[in-house]
C-alpha cells in the first residue's frame, strides 16, 4: 500500500487495525500523524465497529492519532443524495466517500468493490487503498 498523506478509515481499516495490531494499517496511521495529517475517522465508522471490548485496545491508540468527523445534518443529507445517485443503501461506506471527497484524501478500504460504485456517483477521485 503506498501512503498516502490524507487518509479516511472505512470499518475495514478499523477491523484489519483490530486483527492485525501494529500491522500495516496501522503503521500507515502513525506514519501520517507523524508527518502532520492526522487520519480522518467518520464517528458512524467508529460506531459501527468499536465495542469497547478489551481486544480493541489498539482501536483505542488509532483512535487518538485520528480527527473524529461528526455525522452532522449537512453530513447526512450528502451521503442521503450519494445513495440515490449510486443506488446503494450502505451510510457508512457513503460517509466514507463523503469525508474523503470533503478533505481530499484517500480511503484505507478492505472493501474497494462497494466503495468504487460509490465514488464512480460521486464523480470525484477518490483512491481507495485497499488493506
Sequence with gaps: MTLQRRLVLDAGALIDIETTPRGETFRSCVKAFDDGYRPYLPTVVLAHVYRDRARQHPLRMVRRLCTLLPFTEQTADDVGR????????????????????????????SDPKDLAKIVSAAEYPVRLLTV
Design 82 to 109: 450519494l445513495l440515490a445517485r449510486s443506488r446503494t443503501s450502505d451510510v457508512v461506506d457513503a460517509a466514507v466517500i463523503v469525508a474523503a471527497i470533503e478533505h481530499n484524501a484517500a480511503v484505507l478500504t
